[in-house]
Structures are given as structure tokens and as C-alpha cells.
Nanobody
């Protein structure tokens, strides 16, 4: 079982930065063995993959819409994964979710929402123009 709690969202002007955190509580397996993903969902749109990071700290490719602006990282000692967001744009406005798959997938890190079993409640990010 994994419980995830996101934080760090808020209202920011275009061009600004935010750092999202996702704190995990796990039972049965250590946090360091989980891949972790970030997704976002804007009003009226489907949930969108942003980026994920493997248990070994290697990230997947970023979504084209955030490439070069967002950075994922993890601190296994703190059971936390981060999403640093720079040069924010109004189109980044969304609820941001972190997620973890239930299964250990080795070096494969999922990039589709259907492969993630545990989700946080989300944190709202609003970027004003």
C-alpha cells in the first residue's frame, strides 16, 4: 500500500516557478523501490503524463509541453518525489497528481495512467498571464 500527498501548488504569474512535492507512505516495500510519476489534468481535458522517475533515479522523457522547463527528482531518504517547474505558462494550469504503480517493474517506468495504481489527491497549479 502507498499513500501519496502532493503539496506546493498555488497561484503564480507566467514566467514564475514552483516546486511540487509528493510525500509517500509505504507499507510492505520501501519507497526507494517504486517508480513515481507526475500527471496533470486541466479543466475539460484528459489526464496528461508529465514525467516519471524510476527507482534508480533515471527519468523518462518529459512531455513535449514541459521539456526544458520541468525537472523531476526524488529523495529516497525523505520518501519524496519533486517536480520543479520553471518558466511557467498559463497552459500549465492544471491539477497535478503524483502516482505510483503497485507492481515492481524493474527498469521499466510506466508513462500511461492506467499502469499507476496509487494516486495522490492532487495539488492545484494556476498560472496567470
Amino acid at each position: 500500500q502507498v499513500q501519496l500527498v502532493e503539496s506546493g501548488g498555488g497561484l503564480v504569474q507566467a514566467g514564475g516557478s514552483l516546486r511540487l512535492s509528493c510525500a509517500a507512505s509505504t507499507s510492505g516495500r520501501t519507497f526507494s523501490s517504486y517508480s513515481m510519476g507526475w500527471f496533470r489534468q486541466a479543466p475539460g481535458k484528459e489526464r496528461e503524463f508529465v514525467v516519471a522517475i524510476g527507482w534508480n533515479g533515471v527519468s523518462t522523457p518529459y512531455a513535449d509541453s514541459v521539456k526544458g522547463r520541468f525537472t523531476i527528482s526524488r529523495d529516497n531518504a525523505k520518501n519524496t518525489v519533486y517536480l520543479r517547474m520553471n518558466s511557467l505558462k498559463p497552459e500549465d494550469t492544471a491539477v497535478y497528481y503524483c502516482a505510483a504503480p503497485a507492481k515492481f517493474l524493474g527498469l521499466r517506468v510506466p508513462i500511461v495512467a492506467s499502469e499507476y495504481d496509487y494516486w495522490g489527491q492532487g495539488t492545484q497549479v494556476t498560472v496567470s498571464s
